[in-house]
């Protein structure tokens, strides 16, 4: 449930491996039985990514056999199946696996800071900070990261990944000591967020990519997205491994994990143990 970044990916690698992993090594399990079902209540899959990349994205995971609804919202779940509603229809379909990927509530330190301060929080729990980062009516509180609800350029608040919490994380750290080091309360100049892109791998050799106005997907994303990894790994030993491991795992259809058990035979008799 949730076709973002998160959501793709997991629905990509899971049509993979029931199509190519499992069959190889577990006789009893017939790939054919194997349905992966991913559902968004956007329009399409991707939402924050350009619309050519969505539906780039979309043709690749139906490629791999993952079947796409979107403009549905899940109402409810249970251990047998889900329930649906796409406008005014809603549907029950059986399942027996839901993996959700269309986000979480905040921290609950969110509500501490609104309790302590009058904080606004969005929906998510998030608190509503200023162009600097703080509180309102608190300029020397800073709420970062995925705590924060913070607009860049668009209405919408930047997602709460890792790139965006360590350029806040930046401008705060200049922010205080530039305060230290001054007597004089300047206004500090509004954050702005350096976006260097955005990548999602869906499965072999396929993947979408956003890089500044430049978009493309594929092969060449995917193999964007691992060059751009190993770029980012330290020494060069890790390098060579990680490379080796992929480039194994490509050419023999392996996952590094696979662990699959099942319940063990019940006793005969109410007092017997095994």
Known sequence: VGAGPTGVELAGALSEMARYTLPGEFRNIDPTQATVLLIEGADRVLPPYPPDLSAKARQQLERLGVTVRTNALVTNITDEQIEIKSGD????????????????????????????????????????????????GFPTLFVIGDLAHFKHNTEKPLPGVAPVAMQQGRYVARLIAARLASAKSTPAAPFAYNDKGSMATIGRAAAV?????????????????????????????????????????YITYRRGVRLIVGYGPKPSDEGETT
């Open 209 to 249: 990519a956003q890089i500044g106005r430049l978009h493309f997907g594929g092969l060449f994303a995917w193999l964007a997205w691992l060059f751009i990894h190993l770029l980012y790994l330290t020494e060069f030993d890790n390098r060579i491994l990680v490379l080796f491991q992929w480039f194994w795992n």
């Open 89 to 136: 229809q809603h549907e029950q379909i059986a399942c027996r696996t839901v993996l959700w990927a269309a986000g979480v509530q905040a921290s609950p330190l969110g509500k501490v800071i609104q309790d302590a301060t009058g904080a606004e929080l969005d929906r998510s729990g998030r608190v509503i900070v200023q162009p600097d980062l703080s509180v309102a």
